[in-house]
């Protein structure tokens, strides 16, 4: 009976350690390609890079709220000093009782 709980620890104590270990694959998935598909691979990736630069740059805009607006933002308001000039001043009329 020792001798399993001794067994039931060990594993329970190796379990993360093995979970540790680097995953090391030293036979090779597939074969190596040939020339042929390497010039192949080449010439897909050249015509994929000169695509990618006639795509225009897109101008993003810096508004990260703009979908969630249904109006466009408002514009400031002018001054209310111009405002203020062309008004008339009032002044107040009458006598002060004392």
Do not use: C, H
Not at 7 to 25: D, F, S
Not at 48 to 69: F, V
Not at 81 to 86: G, I, R
Request: proline share 10%; glycine share 4%; aromatic share 4%.
């Amino acid at each position: 009976m020792k001798l399993f709980r001794m067994a039931a620890v060990l594993a329970v104590l190796a379990g993360p350690a093995y979970a540790q270990m680097p995953n090391i694959n030293l036979m090779q998935d597939a074969p190596s390609k040939s020339p042929e598909e390497k010039a192949a691979d080449a010439e897909r990736e050249k015509v994929y890079k000169e695509t990618l630069k006639k795509i225009p740059d897109a101008k993003s805009s810096n508004d990260p709220w703009g979908g969630m607006r249904s109006d466009p933002p408002k514009q400031a308001a002018p001054k209310a000093s111009a405002a203020t000039t062309s008004a008339p001043k009032k002044t107040k009329t009458g006598t002060a009782a004392n």
